[in-house]
Every structure is written in C-alpha cells, then in structure tokens.
C-alpha cells in the first residue's frame, strides 16, 4: 500500500461508518468517514476547500459556490403510493417518478464514491423527545458537516452510541449536476425528498441552506400527519418573568431572528417550530441568520455569536485582517450565519415551552410602504393574512431576486409546506381558539412612503419598542383607529414609537392621492392571490381580507 493510502486508511471502522461504506460501494482503503466530527477537526478538513478561511471572529467562512441561495423551482417529491394522496401537488411540490429518483439517487453515490473524505451527522430535529426524529446527513464538504451539525440537535455521548438507525437519510452530493435530460428534470440542480424511502438526495446545488429546508419539509408533512402537531414556519421566545410565548411569523427578511433574539426574554429558536397538545417545541439545534448590515449596535446576540463553531457563508472580508465587512453584498445579499443556539447567551436550553403562545405576531415587510407598523389582528384576519402570507420578497434569498418584490407565500411558509395551507391555517385557528392568543401584524419594511420612492424602513428601535408593548400588557390596553380597506386596527399610541409613524394613511410623503392609488393596487395583489383558497375559506375569513 502506497504511504499516500496509508494516510487516508480507516484502521476503526464503526458499524455506522460501514453501513455507509456497503451502501456506497466504497473501498475501505481510500476514503475516510468522519460521524460527528469535533468543530476543530471540521475547520481543518475545510481549509483545504475552495476560497474557505477562518474569520478575525474565530468563525469558518466558506462559500457555497454559484447557488446562494435556494433553488424552490428545483424542489421535487417523489410521487408514491404511501403519501402522493397528502402532498399539495403543485407549483410548490413537483412530483417526480419513483424510476427518476432511483436515477438520481445513485448519480449521488456515484459522486460521493470518488471522495477521499465523506462526513456523517447523525443528529435529531425536534426537541421535544416524544416527537423528534433521528436525522442522518451524508456528505463531502467539512463545510456541510459543521453546517448541519450546527442546525440539528447535538447528541449527548450517550445518544450517539446508542442512536441506531435513522428515521430519514440526506445524502449531500451538491457538488455534481444532475443530468437535467433524466424524466421530470429542468435543469442540473434537484432537492428531492421520497417519503417512502424516508431519504433526500442533494444534486447542482452547495447551497448548504437546502438541507436545512429540506428536514423542515419533511417535520411539515411528518407531524401534522402522524402525531396531530402543527409545523410552523416561525420563531420563538419566552418572558423570563411570566414564561409567557410569542410566535414569530414570516419569510427570510422579516426580522425573525433578529426580533426573536431579544436580551430580556428566552429565545426558544428563530425560525422552525412545532406547536403541540404539550406547548412548543423549536426542530433545529442552532440559528441561520442573515448577516447583511449586521453591527454590534443593532444586532449584538447575533453579532456575538459569530465565533469559533459558526460558519459565515458568502461574505467578503479583508484579505489581511480576515475582519468581515457586513456592508458587502458584492457576493450576494444573503449573506448569512449558521451558528449554534448555545451561542446565544438568552437561548432556552432545552428549546421548548411547556406553555402555550399567548401572543402570535405576523411579520411582512411591506415594500409598498402601506401598511402600518402595528396592528391587531381579528381571529378572521389572522386567518386570511396567515393564509395570504404576505410580504416582500428579500434580495439574495433565492436566486435572481436582486430587490424588494411582492410576494404572497401561504402560512409564511409556502416553499416548506407539503400539505395543502388551509391543513395548517385550521389547526392554528383551533389552538389560537383553544389558548386565547392574540395576534398582532407588524410591518418591519417600508411605512409612510414605498421603497421605489426612496423611503426608509420602520427603524429597528421602533419595532423593538412595539414588541415591549406587546409584551407589557399595555398596546392591548390602548385605543385603535381602523385603516380604510385594509380594515387594519391601528393604536393611537405607543410608547417609544413616534405618533407619526403609525398611521401610514396620515402620514404619507408623496401625498393623499398617491397613496390611495397604492393602497387599491395592494389591496387587489391580496384578493387576486386569495381566489386559489377562497372555495375552502368561511364567509368571515373572506370578509377579513382588503375590500377593493
């Protein structure tokens, strides 16, 4: 044996580590399996990647790439006979055939036969243990691995060693194209997921936000179906006082993380949540942040959490002092962190709550500027808003979006969802009903003038301070103004938010005709969208949404 094979030999085999081996044919003597590899042994294996560097921070910073971002037009399931009867089919699912994915699947262990290096992540998503499933990600970048061992739950030693099977398999090969001639295929890039064979296969694609997603689709068909638990595409905290819950929905771009990592209350997760008969409970191990304009000022749990163990992805830094400079888009604007949730000094170890949400904020942000910063919702009009899931579509989040565009995503959530929205939208209703939450809708984007006018967004000052009311008791306590067509209930006052800023309708710069102009063109985008849902939506529902 040459000393070059020598090097890359494995002498202790896990029974783990020739599973995989037998299922991908590989030689016991040329390449090496790393299961839940340390973060210093992940950094030095990913130094030897492409453009991949150690930040001033102490954090790996790796590039995913010409995919920064999601691919959702690449997104398949394979139609079979044990679930093709749940699966919204649609723009969002794309079935494929079972014969394609078998195509497919083995084009990936193909790939992965011809590593010197392979990572196992063997890991759970969920934390509550009655619901958590046992996720196993196979793959050939270090980056990958400290990705998802970052995103999952961590194991204890114990778990490990005894965690056996799994209950759905990733097999990463992102760095080898499809073959878009292949039955069902568009294009060099698939993220496919096969209910049945309980296994997802990554090809075209290092965009490490894919596995990610691809396990939260997976919680969105697996625990409403089997175990009668609503997913939730949402953040989460709790007050350290009164352990009482608020929920966060909506899109990458809204202030999901950012508003749910707040220093005076417990920050449950930030983005993937499961509502049960018990309370909530968080999928992920860790936080995926974006990182574009972050500074200690505004954000500094994130901005602090940004160390030795995170993984900057995508980002431009100086090539002597390594000091990121979260200005720089020249890469993309979904510039992004993944880092563990213990790197949050307010995290709620374990992540979940034995309360039910006392409060469920709905967050958009409104291009358009016409929406108010706050208003309360109805039960009826969090039905339709959570159905309509609104906002505008952030630059950098998915690939060729360059600025703000309207966009409607059904329980904030749409790309993610395998079943059909309104499943979703009724198990919420039954438990806002059964806990008596209120709801909230806050606009984190443009207010008084729209961003093709030069306007500015809501300061982050001004949304925290909403979020304080929120929490304190006293906005419930205040007195509404409601806004014409929108029918939104707008207060009066907020302590430490200008009285200006809350009534867009007042208030706009470019004038009362203009904005009535742009208020009727959203107001139609929201009842153009809703006709695909309001065959199966009540009268009340229907009635909560703008009237043209």
Known sequence: MSPSKMNRSVTDVSEVEQKIRDELSLSNEVITIRRNAPAAILYEDALNEKKTTIASSGALIAYSGDKTGRSPKDKRIIEEETSKDNIWWGPVNKPLPEKTWSINRERAADYLRTRTHLYIVDAFAGWDPRYRIKVRVVCARAYHALFMTNMLIRPTDEELAHFGEPDFTVWNAGQFPANYHTQGMSSKTTVEINFKAMEMIILGTEYAGEMKKGIFTVMFYLMPVHHNVLTLHSSANQGIQKNDVTLFFGLSGTGKTTLSADPHRKLIGDDEHCWSDHGVFNIEGGCYAKCIGLTAEKEPEIYNAIKFGSILENVVYDPKTRDVDYEDSSITENTRCAYPIEHIPSAKIPCLADSHPQNLVLLTCDASGVLPPISKLTPEQVMYHFISGYTSKMAGTEQGVTEPEATFSSCFGQPFLALHPIRYATMLAKKMSEHRANAWLIN????????????????????????????????????????????????????????????????????????????????KLFVENFKIYQDRATPEVLAAGPQV
Request: with cysteine.
């Open 444 to 523: 984190t984007g443009w207010t008084g003038s729209s961003y093709v006018a030069g306007g500015k967004r809501c300061p982050l000052k001004y949304t925290r301070a909403i979020l304080d009311a929120i929490h304190d008791g006293s906005l419930a306590k205040e007195s509404y103004e409601t806004l014409p067509t929108f029918n939104l209930h707008i207060p009066t006052k907020v302590n430490g938010v200008p009285k200006e800023l809350l009534n867009p309708s007042k208030n706009w710069v470019e004038g009362e005709a203009k904005y009535n102009t742009a208020v009727n063109n959203l107001a």
